[in-house]
């Protein structure tokens, strides 16, 4: 069974850039997540989708990251324009619903700010 | 909000040596908690997965161990290798299936 894939790996980009990231969760996981991990610093939730809705977007800066999860399927996590504090890792996880505690994480992408 | 502590921030031991992690949560009000493994360039692996009211879960050299009321939970790693270095991470759920995770302790296994 494929697990989370998220693309790309690696990004860097010029700070006032857009950068857009992708995940497809496991095949039949309802519930969809988007962490940001900090050096350092164990990941914090960004959004939480349930299917196609947006559950839990309080730690969403909505005022330059947008996400979506059309279909309930895959789901992209934007940022415009990128700022030189938004270098981190973005993982991507997902779990069969949200009454699963067990969620599976992809391996992140490192984005890097200049 | 709840906030988890994870000490130490890095070991370093010999091959073959036991070993204790330690994680701390503020609020004691949580569904479950997780360790979590967490390869450089990779994602999270969970571990063991402790409900709330449970006290233990082993998983081979692996044990794990919750103290709810004191806010508190161990993971054992008994005869340590160096494919288990790692970062170490724990996490708790709360109401809403929020996971909080800590910064958690770098490891080093020593040939």
């Known amino acids: 069974e494929a697990g989370v894939v998220q693309s790309p790996r690696y990004k860097i980009i010029e700070k006032k850039q857009p950068v857009a990231f992708w995940c497809n969760p496991i095949s039949g996981h309802n519930t969809l997540y988007w962490y940001l991990q900090n050096l350092g610093q164990g990941p914090e939730l960004l959004i939480r989708?349930?299917?196609?809705?947006?559950?839990?977007d309080s730690q969403l800066p909505k005022d330059r990251f947008s996400a979506e999860r059309l279909k309930g399927v895959d789901s992209t996590l934007k940022i415009q324009p990128a700022e030189l504090g938004d270098s981190a890792v973005y993982l991507c996880?997902?779990?069969?619903?949200?009454?699963?505690?067990?969620?599976?994480f992809g391996p992140g992408t490192r984005l890097t700010v200049t | 909000k709840q906030e988890v502590t994870q000490i130490p921030a890095a070991l370093s031991v010999p091959e073959g040596e036991n070993l204790v992690l330690n994680c701390s949560f503020t609020?004691?009000?949580?569904?479950?908690l997780q360790w979590f493994r967490q390869d450089p360039g990779k994602g999270l692996t969970s571990l063991l997965l402790i409900q709330s009211s449970q006290r233990e879960q082993t998983s081979g050299r692996l044990n794990a161990s919750l103290d709810k009321s004191s806010g508190r939970s161990t993971l054992y790693i008994a005869a340590s290798q160096p494919g288990d270095s790692a970062t170490y991470l724990c996490?708790?759920?709360?109401?809403?299936?929020?996971?909080?995770f800590g910064t958690g302790t770098s490891l080093t296994v020593i040939p």
């Open positions: 989708y349930e299917n196609e809705e947006a559950v839990d």
């Open positions: 996490a708790v759920t709360n109401t809403g299936n929020q996971f909080y």
């Open positions: 609020d004691s009000a949580i569904y479950n």
């Open positions: 996880a997902s779990s069969l619903d949200s009454l699963s505690y067990e969620q599976y």
